[in-house]
């Protein structure tokens, strides 16, 4: 059963093969489904995303495209009027763009989400009774 009290000494096992001096023993294998996810090396290289290349490309366009038009311009709004520099007008039309996108297409997302988990829920109530 055990051998001076070690409850996981097993009489039946095989010895371990020996390790002579300065040598290591290899750690066994675990299982496939027990092993962790191989990583990638550190110099296997970055795979950028194509949405982030666009969306870089796109800020550069826009910032030299605004720094090229520096002149006043004369804005005009519901009998206000301004004179900016179009740089200004250029960048905070670009920002006011993707805030309300970002904050309508948030609110799209949210609604579409919504309506499929009432959908799930409907289907899995219909299945249980």
Avoid at 13 to 26: C, H, I, K, L
């Amino acid at each position: 059963m055990t051998q001076d009290g070690d409850p996981s000494f097993d009489e039946t096992a095989e010895p371990a093969d020996e390790v002579s001096v300065g040598e290591t023993a290899e750690p066994a294998l675990a299982p496939a489904d027990q092993r962790e996810p191989s990583r990638p090396s550190v110099d296997a290289g970055v795979e950028i995303p194509w949405r982030v290349t666009l969306f870089l490309l796109l800020a550069i366009l826009v910032v030299v495209f605004a720094v090229q038009n520096t002149q006043s311009v004369e804005l005009r709004f519901l009998g206000w009027s301004w004179e900016l520099p179009l740089v200004i007008i250029i960048l905070g039309t670009v920002v006011v763009s993707v805030l309300l996108d970002e904050v309508l297409g948030g609110i799209i997302k949210r609604r579409r989400r919504l309506r499929r988990l009432e959908r799930e829920e409907l289907r899995r109530l219909r299945g249980d009774s």
